[in-house]
């Protein structure tokens, strides 16, 4: 009876450390993905733990729409933002509200790559960190010298190590490329990464985020006439 107490112990113990070890995977359905023509944030902004921001970030569309990101949303940066024209934002989206964003690297046919697909439902490819991303009706599969009869045989034989390109113009997957596959397709900018002018330190143009009236205009310079968002703007 002891020796039973005691390995229950050790079992209840690894599930409790599997748990830390291994945290729950949230669900992320991407409502919107485009490409950022400049960032501008808080002094203070940062992720700061456990994912959450710091301070207020304003990403400038290319359609010259301006979306505001609060304090306090969940988030991750893997792209310069002081550069212009190179990154590209997924949101998820809760009416007008981002509720958690991800900004990600573009590449010169304006794309982003992402890890291998693991199944597709309703219209959404599924991915292991738990993105959700529309996909083309048809999605090109490139393993040169291979004959691959669906998608699902794809997955069977080609996914672990395989990349998705995602077209930011669709926001949909448009092709997948198996492990080692060339990239003459959708190769990564070589050009390089030109950032947004500064004077003194401060990014110029543009007007400095006041986080006590929650209100961001689009510089002259960057649209036809002068445009104001209050709060969290909505996008189309």
Known sequence: MGLALILNAAIVDDDQLAAVLEPEILDRRVDLIAEVFRAETSDDFEIGEGGLTNGFVDFTLQNRKIMRVAPGTLGEVDCRLSSISSCVVFVDLFGDAVVWFSVKPRDERSTVELGPIVDLE????LFA?????????VIERRCEGEDIVSFSDFLRRFGPGSTTVVDVATQQVSRVLCAGESRAVATTTTQPLIDAPVTDGEPIPGNEIDENDGVFEVPTTLAESPVSVTGNPAVE
């Open 122 to 125: 309703d219209g959404y490819a």
């Open 129 to 137: 960190n738990g993105w959700q991303v529309k996909y083309a009706p």
